[in-house]
């Protein structure tokens, strides 16, 4: 294939994001080649790891909202077919994956772990609700895998067609599950019936406890609007949307914080768009592109590509950009000590040699101290996050007497045991979103503190990285005379080991601003992307009380209170206080029974560890892998010239073969790494 990097590249459209990474894959797998002929045995195993990642990563999309809301049919429009089993009663059970395959097909994965091939013909007896036989069928499926030669797949591209939330608590549970696994979330809502409660507790307790950068909302258009009408039922989701974020992150963050100003930067305006979805999918079906523009999808489809382009592929196209310029550069050096470094006096060879072997010497001791360092830090973020721990208990106590206070019960609720399991079931659903807002809350303070002690250890490792960088070119230029320029920001091994730490921290953006403007430019680069590898998502996956404890409450308190112990109060007011009452003490008992049993110190200790030990582990990585590169082709020189073994003709015309082409794929790949900063920066 050949490798060459137009001079301005497009990213607007999948098919020239993946035009430029199978480019990259191209030069990768040459330089992979060229390592091997080298013996640059740890360079191999970073670009393996680097084409891996590249092999296994697919972009997948959860479409999500209420049950009757057009998401199949949305789908079946994405797609251009009418895959999808649609109909006017609620209709997916299960979820849907459609995927790209050559023949039209289904794989089914039920729950025990075995799989079942159907025809597409026959899906809908698996996965949906129309018949009771189907309905019981769908209950044992994990997920219905649709095989078809749709060319939006073939992309390596995941469409997911989703229960719909609000008909059935099980299948909301699913749902809520895939979203931290997905590239982007579409809400489907409708135009005549914008945000409904469940919808607002949706966005509010679901959907923005993940990325907001992830979820794009659909209106979807029945009635015969005007475009004036269509504008404010826009305006007015938009606005909703905006007012429900701004209010979680001004009770995050609080209004006057500077993380709150952040926070209001960063989401920007609401990705909202108005289609007719069943005119779209017409559309589609009979190739009339006017149609589908007034249907408003094509607008769709253009943002849905740059999302997941622009804004999400340039952080994934600079790692294999930067493996190239760091493996381009290091093939490069080897080459010019191999041919120098024999053409050398002996005496010559060996004080630079000794010298080299010096450099590598003092750089592997610093780095023993660095990783010291590391822990310290570690052990900081620790002692910084004990007292959130500390209060948390506390803290969630406080926001069960809140809910159960603030809720109104009226005493006919509590005179017999039908009405008291409907107000325990209310009170249950109060307690589980005040619980989830305090828990959200509490657990974002803790993952911001250990990725503060992250990023600023990353900050701190710029200067290792650095010391690291003028080690390996001192060593060059023990046998090579190397120019090198006086306003050099830094060298290819500092890069490689810049951007390893950008990405482990998930701040792939923090490279961009670093190659642009030195650690200034760093944190404008940080906050163009999306979260973190390590840390993100997992301190409310470890408290795991929302989801936990209602179930808990359902199962006790709610017994508690079906008997007649306390409808034998005489006065109305006495009877709801003393409802209260001892629904709060049994809530509050059950409550700090599960947080004793969480033991969340040890576990928010135990992975403030993992992510610490993950940052020294790719540090360890990418020095190694220079310092042992370099000390091998030391070593070997050493030998070679002991043996009095001079380069072969066929050995010094392979050796020009390899290095012009290095040089072509080094050249697209520095060119290909300044447009991604141009586009990151716009």
Request: glycine content about 6%; hydrophobic content about 40%; charged content about 25%.
């Amino acid at each position: 294939m050949t490798s060459i990097t137009p001079p301005n590249i497009s990213l607007d459209s999948v098919l020239e994001y993946n035009k430029v990474e199978r480019t990259l894959v191209s030069d990768l797998e040459k330089l992979r080649s060229f390592s091997q002929k080298l013996k640059l045995t740890k360079s191999i195993v970073l670009i393996n790891d680097v084409l891996q990642r590249i092999e296994q990563r697919s972009f997948s999309i959860a479409v999500v909202g209420e049950f009757k809301r057009g998401k199949s049919t949305f789908i079946n429009a994405l797609l251009g077919q009418e895959i999808l089993p649609s109909d006017i009663l609620p209709c997916s059970a299960t979820l849907n994956r459609v995927t790209y395959g050559v023949k039209p097909e289904v794989k089914i994965i039920f729950k025990d772990g075995h799989e079942e091939q159907i025809s597409i013909e026959e899906l809908t007896d698996y996965v949906t609700k129309l018949t009771p036989e189907s309905e019981m069928t769908a209950e044992s499926i994990k997920e219905a895998v649709v095989y078809y030669p749709i060319p939006y797949c073939q992309n390596n591209i995941d469409v997911i067609d989703t229960p719909g939330l609000n008909d059935d608590q099980n299948m909301t549970e699913v749902t809520l599950s895939v979203l931290p696994q997905v590239d982007a979330a579409i809400m489907i809502i409708l135009a005549q019936s914008p945000f409904s409660e469940f919808e607002r507790d949706l966005l509010e307790n679901k959907l923005l406890t993940n990325d907001l950068g992830r979820v794009i909302f659909v209106v979807n258009i029945w009635d015969s609007y005007t475009p004036e009408q269509t504008e404010r039922i826009l305006g007015s989701v938009k606005n909703r949307i905006q007012k429900y974020v701004l209010e979680r992150a001004e009770n995050q963050f609080g209004k006057d914080s500077e993380e709150y100003t952040i926070y209001k930067q960063k989401i920007g305006t609401p990705k909202v768009f108005g289609i007719y979805i069943k005119q779209a999918l017409e559309a589609k079906q009979k190739g009339d592109q006017n149609l589908l523009f007034q249907s408003g999808f094509k607008q769709f489809e253009v943002a849905l590509e740059k999302f997941l382009t622009q804004e999400r592929g340039v952080i994934l196209l600079e790692v294999p950009a930067n493996r190239v310029i760091t493996s381009s550069k290091e093939i490069l050096t080897t080459i010019s000590i191999q041919e120098s470094a024999l053409a050398m006096k002996q005496e010559e060879f060996q004080a630079a040699y000794q010298k080299s072997v010096a450099e590598i010497a003092a750089i592997r001791e610093r780095q023993t101290k660095e990783f010291k360092l590391i822990d310290g830090a570690a052990a900081n973020v620790k002692l910084l996050v004990r007292p959130l721990i500390y209060n948390f208990s506390t803290e969630l106590k406080q926001a069960v007497e809140e809910a159960i206070q603030a809720t109104a019960i009226d005493p006919r609720e509590v005179k017999n045991d039908n009405t008291k399991k409907s107000l325990a079931n209310k009170l249950n659903e109060k307690v589980k979103n005040a619980l989830r807002h305090r828990t959200d809350k509490i657990s974002q303070k803790i993952q911001d503190e250990i990725q503060k002690g992250i990023d600023k250890e990353v900050e701190r490792l710029q200067d290792f990285a650095q010391s690291v960088g003028q080690a390996i070119t001192n060593i060059e230029m023990q046998f090579v005379e190397v120019e090198v320029s006086s306003n050099r920001k830094t060298s290819a091994a500092a890069e490689a080991i810049t951007v390893a730490l950008s990405v482990f921290t998930g701040f792939g953006g923090i490279w961009s601003g670093y190659r642009a403007a030195g650690l200034k430019g760093a944190a404008v680069g940080a906050a163009a992307s999306f979260g973190t590898a390590v840390v993100g998502g997992f301190i409310a996956t470890v408290i795991g009380l929302p989801i936990a404890l209602p179930v808990l409450l359902a199962v006790g308190v709610v017994s508690i209170f079906t008997g007649g112990g306390i409808a034998s109060m005489v006065f109305a007011g006495d009877l709801v206080e003393n409802y209260r009452k001892n629904y709060t003490e049994k809530t509050l008992e059950a409550l700090d029974k599960q947080i004793r049993e969480q033991r969340l110190e040890q576990k928010i200790d135990d992975q403030i560890t993992t992510a610490f030990e993950v940052l020294k582990q790719t540090l360890r990585q990418e020095v190694d892998a220079l310092l042992d590169n370099t000390q091998k082709t030391l070593t070997e020189l050493s030998d070679k010239r002991g043996r009095q073994e001079a380069m072969t003709d066929a050995e010094r015309q392979e050796i020009n073969q390899i290095r012009a082409e290095t040089q072509r794929i080094l050249g697209n790949a520095q060119r290909l790494c300044e447009q991604l900063t141009e586009i990151v920066s716009v």
